[in-house]
């Protein structure tokens, strides 16, 4: 007997592994964009990014929304590209999920900037001049700053202390890091010095003003949660000690709207 009914816009080879850890539910793909097709039954969707690029979605609930559904699970950690009624049920994000691959783009631009890469590429033997070698940095020993410790921030910090560098981070609460030997940065300014790389949110919603909380902190005796001072601006001079390059991902994961988190 089935006992769950669930209207799937993953990828085939995601349903079927879905299907073989939910043998008593049933997966009914349907297509992405705006739901249609929902099976009457349906209690559950799994939604694909809706609004991609040449894809409109239409912020008027379509007819009949929610239908029987009970529970939205997001194939996405972020929530920018689905419309806000998707909101009205009960939604899980897929936080984390993008944590690895991120972190590895993230590591290979601090390598990148700490050996000057592509910069010192030979095409040719004859183009080594030993008395011209640049003087490249070590990753090792080095000092990497991370802004937010989302998901994306935790697991660039284990993988950063495994190479032997030294972790300071920035977070939006005054929560303890949950990475043992991360230090607290004391703010902006303490990451903003010759031969450190930082890592750096991009969106508006995390690039937070750190100098204008961190004085309201010292005001108010008490960290300052709220976000009315924005300013990415403010944050988008800093950039790493080595070649100048920035080093930027999204550190904070943007499911934070007050929806719940599943597996």
Same mark, same amino acid.
Not at 71 to 84: K, R, T
Not at 90 to 101: D, K, W
């Given at each position: 007997?089935?006992?769950? +009914? ?5 990828? $085939? ?10 043998? !008593? $539910? ?12 929902? %099976?009457?039954? $349906? ?7 809706? #609004? ?38 009960? +939604? ?22 700490? =050996?000057?890469? %592509? ?5 040719? $033997? ?5 008395? =011209?070698? %640049? =003087? ?22 284990? &993988? @950063? ?13 005054? @929560? ?5 030997? +991360? ?6 300014? !303490?990451? &903003? ?19 204008? #909380?961190?004085?309201?902190?010292? =005001? ?8 009315? !001072?924005? !300013? ?6 800093? #950039?790493?000690? @080595?070649?100048?390059? &920035? ?17």
């Amino acid at each position: 007997m089935t006992d769950l +009914v669930i209207a799937s816009q993953l990828p $085939a080879d995601v349903n079927a592994k879905l299907a073989a850890r939910l043998p !008593h $539910a049933r997966i009914v793909p349907i297509a992405p964009g705006t739901p249609e097709g929902v %099976p009457a039954d $349906a209690t559950v969707l799994f939604a694909a990014p809706m #609004r991609l690029k040449g894809r409109h979605v239409s912020e008027t609930r379509p007819d009949g929304w929610p239908w029987k559904l009970q529970w939205v699970q997001l194939f996405s950690s972020g929530i920018d590209s689905y419309p806000d009624w998707l909101f009205d049920l009960p +939604v899980a994000t897929g936080r984390g999920s993008s944590a690895p691959a991120i972190t590895e783009f993230v590591l290979a631009a601090i390598f990148a900037a700490a =050996k000057q890469l %592509p910069r010192i590429w030979l095409s040719d $033997a004859s183009q080594f001049d030993f008395a =011209k070698r %640049p =003087k490249l940095a070590s990753v090792r020993g080095s000092t990497i700053g991370i802004v937010g410790f989302g998901a994306i921030g935790s697991e660039l910090a284990r &993988r @950063a202390i495994g190479l032997g560098a030294d972790v300071l981070a920035l977070r939006r609460s005054s @929560a303890p890091f949950e990475v043992a030997g +991360v230090r607290r940065a004391r703010g902006g300014g !303490h990451l &903003r010095r010759p031969g450190r790389r930082l890592g750096q949110p991009l969106g508006d919603g995390a690039a937070y003003d750190i100098e204008d #909380r961190r004085e309201q902190q010292s =005001k108010s005796g008490h960290p300052d949660h709220t976000e009315e !001072h924005r !300013h990415p601006q403010r944050l988008a001079h800093l #950039r790493s000690g @080595a070649g100048g390059e &920035r080093q930027r991902h999204d550190a904070e994961d943007k499911g934070e709207r007050g929806h719940q988190d599943r597996p």
